[in-house]
């Protein structure tokens, strides 16, 4: 609502000019045509009344504009802020979650989601998994021709930390972080591999000239880094006022993975022909290998494409 002052001045020192005006006395004069003394006085006493009355007329104007001018601009905000707060009402801002599904594989999922707006969020994950047994090898059993390899395997202690970054572009007709959802996302992951009996078979010769076959063992240790880039499909509710549930539903990824592992040892021309041959022959899921091996260790240097699917059941709490 739009407020004239000018408007309102002139229409209340109008008003105050017109009253005073209404009320002047008429004096009559002397025979000459000159007041009396007595006349001059009520004259001087009138101009004085009108001046006053004017003067007052203005002052309750400007008083009424201001009064006006303070109190409905911001009676009007009040209502703009409440009706404002009504249309929010149920948008949560934050929400922090742990993949439930992942526990039982010794993996510690944990996302933090924050909205940007009514139907779009930015959501930073991060994944741990302490030292230990390769989780799930017994899914990557089929990929692996070798039954020697997949008993190293078997052997071999993993570790792994990841960050996942994913923008989410919800399209449910609730606004907020609820419903179905498309999040493009890009994640590092770094593997922490180790080897603490890596065996191999040394073939020898005795002096009789018989053969015979001796096995070594070699401590190994490295890690490999993976960069993938994928698409999440999922869904998300509010189950309880403070709880929510996301469900994970498909994200494949794929990118690009490179590491090493190495170990340090005196060997003898026979141990390095037997070692490389036993780290050529080492296949490890979805990388490519090199051995390079000399008289004072080895080391398997790896890399190629890396692939992923994620999915999971997420439980969450807001704030």
Not at 88 to 104: F, T
Not at 227 to 252: E, K, N, S
């Amino acid at each position: 609502m739009k407020y004239n002052l000018d408007k309102f001045a002139v229409m209340f020192g109008y008003l105050g000019k017109a009253a005073s005006q209404s009320n002047r006395p008429v004096f009559a004069s002397d025979g000459g045509g000159r007041l009396s003394a007595e006349e001059k006085v009520a004259e001087i006493e009138r101009k004085v009344s009108v001046r006053l009355a004017v003067r007052k007329s203005y002052l309750c104007g400007v008083g009424l504009i201001l009064l006006l001018g303070t109190v409905l601009p911001r009676n009007a905000f009040s209502q703009q802020v409440v009706g404002s707060a009504a249309v929010d009402d149920g948008i949560d801002m934050n929400i922090a979650k742990i993949n439930v599904l992942a526990l039982p594989f010794r993996n510690f999922s944990l996302q933090y989601e924050r909205l940007v707006s009514r139907k779009i969020s930015v959501a930073v994950g991060v994944r741990l998994i302490p030292e230990g047994a390769f989780p799930l090898l017994n899914a990557f059993e089929s990929y692996i021709d070798d039954e020697e390899t997949f008993n190293e395997l078997q052997n071999l202690r993993v570790s792994n930390q990841a960050i996942t970054i994913e923008p989410r572009f919800y399209f449910g007709r609730h606004d907020g972080p609820r419903g179905f959802y498309i999040a493009p996302y890009a994640r590092y992951s770094s593997y922490g591999l180790g080897f603490d009996r890596f065996e191999y078979t040394v073939g020898l010769e005795t002096e009789d000239g018989d053969y015979q076959e001796e096995t070594h063992t070699m401590a190994l240790d490295g890690n490999i880094n993976g960069l993938t880039g994928g698409v999440l499909f999922g869904c998300q509710w509010r189950i309880a006022r403070w709880v929510y549930l996301d469900w994970w539903i498909l994200g494949p990824a794929y990118g690009a993975a490179k590491g090493k592992l190495s170990g340090a040892a005196p060997l003898t021309p026979a141990a390095q022909s037997a070692l490389r041959d036993e780290l050529n022959a080492l296949e490890i899921p979805m990388v490519k290998t090199e051995a390079h091996v000399d008289a004072s260790g080895a080391r398997l240097d790896m890399k190629g494409p890396w692939a992923g699917v994620r999915a999971g059941l997420a439980v969450g709490m807001r704030f």
